[in-house]
Protein backbone atom coordinates (compact mmCIF):
# COMPACT_ATOMS: atom_id res chain seq x y z
CA UNK A 1 0.00 0.00 0.00
CA UNK A 2 1.10 3.38 -0.81
CA UNK A 3 1.23 6.28 0.85
CA UNK A 4 -1.53 8.95 0.25
CA UNK A 5 -0.29 12.63 0.04
CA UNK A 6 -3.44 14.72 0.86
CA UNK A 7 -3.47 18.66 -0.16
CA UNK A 8 -6.73 19.57 -0.46
CA UNK A 9 -8.60 18.58 3.09
CA UNK A 10 -11.37 15.37 2.20
CA UNK A 11 -13.10 16.23 5.46
CA UNK A 12 -13.94 20.22 5.15
CA UNK A 13 -12.76 20.67 1.82
CA UNK A 14 -10.38 23.79 2.65
CA UNK A 15 -7.72 24.31 -0.10
CA UNK A 16 -4.37 23.09 0.58
CA UNK A 17 -4.75 22.58 4.46
CA UNK A 18 -3.26 19.18 5.30
CA UNK A 19 -0.14 19.43 6.79
CA UNK A 20 2.45 16.00 8.28
CA UNK A 21 3.13 16.26 11.05
CA UNK A 22 5.92 14.51 13.13
CA UNK A 23 6.24 13.18 17.04
CA UNK A 24 2.48 13.40 18.20
CA UNK A 25 1.23 12.05 21.01
CA UNK A 26 -2.04 10.82 20.98
CA UNK A 27 -4.61 9.07 23.80
CA UNK A 28 -6.49 5.82 22.42
CA UNK A 29 -9.42 4.63 24.23
CA UNK A 30 -10.18 0.82 23.32
CA UNK A 31 -13.70 -0.04 24.66
CA UNK A 32 -13.42 -2.09 28.00
CA UNK A 33 -9.73 -1.06 28.51
CA UNK A 34 -8.12 2.25 29.94
CA UNK A 35 -6.90 4.76 28.00
CA UNK A 36 -2.99 4.26 26.63
CA UNK A 37 -0.83 7.43 25.11
CA UNK A 38 1.24 6.10 21.95
CA UNK A 39 3.99 9.05 21.16
CA UNK A 40 6.11 9.47 17.73
CA UNK A 41 3.30 9.18 15.50
CA UNK A 42 3.11 10.57 12.37
CA UNK A 43 0.30 11.80 10.10
CA UNK A 44 -1.49 14.10 7.73
CA UNK A 45 -3.80 16.87 9.19
CA UNK A 46 -5.99 19.59 8.39
CA UNK A 47 -4.93 23.48 9.46
CA UNK A 48 -8.41 24.05 9.05
CA UNK A 49 -11.00 21.70 11.15
CA UNK A 50 -8.12 19.23 12.47
CA UNK A 51 -9.14 16.06 10.91
CA UNK A 52 -6.13 14.41 9.20
CA UNK A 53 -4.78 10.45 8.82
CA UNK A 54 -2.31 8.45 10.19
CA UNK A 55 0.30 7.36 8.28
CA UNK A 56 0.33 3.47 6.84
CA UNK A 57 3.09 3.22 9.85
CA UNK A 58 1.57 4.25 12.50
CA UNK A 59 -1.23 2.67 11.88
CA UNK A 60 0.44 -0.52 12.06
CA UNK A 61 2.18 1.09 15.36
CA UNK A 62 -0.57 1.87 16.83
CA UNK A 63 -2.61 -1.10 16.15
CA UNK A 64 0.32 -3.36 17.10
CA UNK A 65 0.36 -1.57 20.75
CA UNK A 66 -3.08 -1.42 21.83
CA UNK A 67 -3.22 -5.71 20.65
CA UNK A 68 -0.67 -5.54 23.57
CA UNK A 69 -1.91 -3.30 25.53
CA UNK A 70 -5.29 -5.35 25.40
CA UNK A 71 -3.21 -8.06 25.88
CA UNK A 72 -1.63 -7.41 29.04
CA UNK A 73 -4.67 -5.99 30.73
CA UNK A 74 -7.00 -9.20 29.65
CA UNK A 75 -4.08 -11.45 31.13
CA UNK A 76 -5.72 -10.19 34.45
CA UNK A 77 -9.11 -11.34 33.70
CA UNK A 78 -9.09 -13.77 31.28
CA UNK A 79 -8.57 -17.65 32.83
CA UNK A 80 -7.08 -20.54 31.19
CA UNK A 81 -9.60 -22.35 29.35
CA UNK A 82 -10.62 -19.31 27.36
CA UNK A 83 -7.34 -19.53 25.58
CA UNK A 84 -5.80 -21.10 22.63
CA UNK A 85 -2.48 -22.11 22.12
CA UNK A 86 -1.19 -21.00 18.67
CA UNK A 87 -0.36 -24.28 17.13
CA UNK A 88 -4.40 -24.86 17.91
CA UNK A 89 -5.42 -21.59 16.71
CA UNK A 90 -3.10 -22.23 13.40
CA UNK A 91 -5.09 -25.61 12.99
CA UNK A 92 -8.76 -24.16 13.30
CA UNK A 93 -7.61 -21.04 11.18
CA UNK A 94 -6.10 -23.43 8.48
CA UNK A 95 -3.05 -21.12 8.57
CA UNK A 96 0.93 -21.13 9.64
CA UNK A 97 1.71 -20.41 13.26
CA UNK A 98 3.51 -17.46 11.61
CA UNK A 99 0.19 -16.45 10.24
CA UNK A 100 -1.06 -16.31 13.59
CA UNK A 101 2.02 -14.06 14.77
CA UNK A 102 1.23 -11.71 12.40
CA UNK A 103 -2.59 -11.61 13.02
CA UNK A 104 -1.29 -10.81 16.82
CA UNK A 105 1.37 -8.72 15.53
CA UNK A 106 -1.37 -6.48 13.42
CA UNK A 107 -3.91 -6.38 15.69
CA UNK A 108 -6.45 -8.63 14.06
CA UNK A 109 -6.30 -11.49 16.49
CA UNK A 110 -7.08 -10.89 20.31
CA UNK A 111 -4.11 -12.34 22.74
CA UNK A 112 -3.23 -12.70 25.81
CA UNK A 113 0.83 -12.45 27.19
CA UNK A 114 1.50 -15.29 29.44
CA UNK A 115 4.94 -15.35 31.17
CA UNK A 116 7.06 -15.19 27.69
CA UNK A 117 4.36 -16.68 25.52
CA UNK A 118 1.25 -15.53 23.76
CA UNK A 119 -1.87 -17.20 23.56
CA UNK A 120 -5.04 -16.10 21.19
CA UNK A 121 -8.31 -15.90 22.71
CA UNK A 122 -10.38 -18.93 21.71
CA UNK A 123 -13.34 -17.09 21.51
CA UNK A 124 -12.12 -14.85 18.77
CA UNK A 125 -10.33 -17.52 17.09
CA UNK A 126 -14.01 -19.29 16.76
CA UNK A 127 -15.66 -15.91 15.68
CA UNK A 128 -13.49 -15.84 13.11
CA UNK A 129 -13.34 -19.51 11.70
CA UNK A 130 -16.98 -19.14 11.96
CA UNK A 131 -17.25 -15.80 9.93
CA UNK A 132 -14.78 -17.46 7.11
CA UNK A 133 -17.63 -20.36 7.33
CA UNK A 134 -20.51 -18.06 6.68
CA UNK A 135 -18.30 -16.48 3.65
CA UNK A 136 -18.14 -19.88 2.24
CA UNK A 137 -14.26 -19.73 2.37
ZN1 LIG B 1 -10.25 20.15 7.17
Known amino acids: MR ?39 EGQFCDACGEGFWSLASEKRIARLLGQHCATHDATRIVAAELASVQDAAKAMRVTVQGIHKMMDEGRLRYVVAGDTRLPIRRDVVEKVSARMAAGR
Not at 18 to 41: N, S
Open 3 to 41: EKKWIDCPVCGTKKSMRVKQQLQERFHPQGYPPLDIDAL
